[in-house]
């Protein structure tokens, strides 16, 4: 299940205060219909979202980016966690690297 938004929802940045509400009944209903072992969670860099809410990264600021991303999956993986701590959960960082390659960088929390 893809939730636009879905790491951002689960923190203190997301867009409306019903967001985190909807993001975890949307993943319970998921978890509950397809006996759902694992949770991925994946944020991205120049995420819109996250220019809605004000944050935003400039072209040189990948490392800021990177560990901003690394600080709300976090955040976001706690919130999971609390709701099913039985499932495996899994947070990933989708980015541009330096050779100019999309890749999904595992994020160890």
């Known amino acids: 299940v893809a939730l636009p938004g879905g790491a951002q929802n689960l923190t203190q940045f997301q867009l409306a205060e019903h967001y985190a509400e909807s993001t975890l009944g949307a993943l319970g209903v998921a ?44 955040e976001a993986s706690d919130v999971v966690k609390t709701e099913w701590q039985d499932k495996k959960i899994e947070p990933g960082y989708l980015h541009i690297n330096e050779s100019n390659e999309v890749v999904i960088e595992k994020m160890s929390i």
């Open 31 to 74: 978890i509950d219909l397809h006996h759902v072992g694992a949770v991925v969670i994946l944020s991205h860099q120049n995420c819109g979202a996250l220019k809605a809410v004000g944050k935003i990264f400039a072209e040189g600021e990948r490392e800021l980016e990177t560990n901003f991303h690394r600080r709300m999956l976090a």
